[in-house]
């Protein structure tokens, strides 16, 4: 248990939709980051956040957002959902100070399954 | 920003031989490099990294050599086991606080 808790494991949803996807961090960890990854494929940065604040975005799409709250956890909106959005979105938090050269521990991830 | 490549995307290898996993990066800024290791249907590992100021670095059966000229960088498994079957992925940190992930490879350790 890497100590980064994901919230649903499994979220099957219509096209259109909006989805709410939620990660508590490690304890005292003040970094978290998502990372969306499709089947067969790698690991796809979308966005960090530390302290609050965000950090460093990748190729987050419009429909997209996050924000990560007071009490460090952090929540992934995805909204106008479509088929192509079906993947694991993964959830990661690290010490230290948010620079990205920290040792990331991985959430089980969200199955997001848009039909 | 930066780019990294990753090859193979397959690899089997018998068990007790080595496995050899590539990876390129683009942006000459990049100081830091970590492997993850991805067990099927569980979450990525690290496994080992390296930052920019060191050659080589070793943990049991794992090492990683990094070669900043050329912007590649390796990770090398001896005596495969069949627990090392996995996804493997290289990472890689430039500017922007963006830690970029290769492909991934999978490796398949043959009994």
């Known amino acids: 248990d890497s100590g980064v808790t994901q919230t649903p494991k499994h979220l099957i949803t219509a096209t259109g939709q909006r989805v709410t996807l939620r990660c508590s961090p490690r304890s005292g960890d003040l970094s978290v980051y998502w990372y969306q990854q499709s089947l067969d494929q790698g690991l796809q940065f979308l966005i960090q956040?530390?302290?609050?604040?965000?950090?460093a975005k990748g190729n987050i799409l419009e429909r997209f957002s996050a924000q990560q709250f007071p009490d460090l956890h952090s929540e992934l909106n995805l909204s106008s959902l479509e088929l192509g959005d079906s993947a694991l979105y993964f959830c990661a938090s690290s010490a230290g100070t948010g620079l990205g050269d920290e040792k990331l521990f991985f959430g089980s991830g969200t199955q997001l399954s848009v039909l | 920003g930066e780019n990294v490549e990753q090859h193979p995307s397959t690899l089997s290898v018998q068990e007790g031989d080595s496995a050899v996993i590539k990876c390129t990066y683009s942006?000459?800024?990049?100081?830091?490099f970590p492997w993850y290791k991805q067990e099927l249907g569980k979450r990525p590992q690290l496994i080992i990294d390296?930052?920019?100021?060191?050659g080589e670095k070793k943990d049991q059966r794992i090492a990683v050599t990094l070669n900043k000229t050329a912007k590649h960088f390796s990770l090398h498994i001896t005596e495969t086991q069949p627990e090392d079957s996995a996804v493997y992925f290289c990472?890689?940190?430039?500017?922007?606080?963006?830690?970029?992930f290769g492909g991934g490879t999978r490796v398949l350790v043959k009994p």
């Open positions: 956040y530390y302290n609050g604040e965000e950090r």
């Open positions: 990472a890689g940190k430039a500017a922007g606080n963006k830690l970029t």
């Open positions: 390296i930052r920019s100021n060191v």
């Open positions: 942006d000459s800024a990049s100081n830091y």
